[in-house]
């Protein structure tokens, strides 16, 4: 499989918050684009269900689909709900949690 092809099967227009579905007491994920330079992958978490704190070595922008979740960026966490969106810096710690069922985009941005 070559970098094009892989984790790009969307080639006809679809809804984003139609590309993954709620798993109880799950994440589930869909990786869209996944090239060298970044990534986009597409993310639905259960209520409950986070990402513990973490850093990564690149800038990533979380776009909230649908639902509401708490983003921790270096200790401060902002409310975040469908249709509003944050950069997480490089190599600063952040957070996740499910304030209900909630879907993200997330694009990483690698260079």
Request: include cysteine; proline fraction near 3%; charge should be negative.
């Amino acid at each position: 499989m070559t970098e094009n092809q892989r984790g790009n099967s969307l080639q006809e227009a679809q809804m984003l918050a139609d590309l993954a579905s709620y798993q109880k007491g799950s994440i589930v994920s869909r990786e869209i684009i996944h090239k060298s330079t970044g990534t986009v992958t597409f993310f639905a978490f259960d209520e409950g269900q986070g990402l513990s704190e973490h850093i990564a070595p690149f800038d990533a922008l979380i776009y909230i689909v649908e639902g509401k979740a708490d983003v921790t960026i270096s200790g401060k966490t902002i409310s975040m709900k469908e249709g509003e969106t944050v950069i997480l810096p490089a190599n600063q710690p952040h957070a996740l949690s499910a304030l209900c069922k909630f879907k993200m985009l997330l694009v990483m941005i690698r260079s």
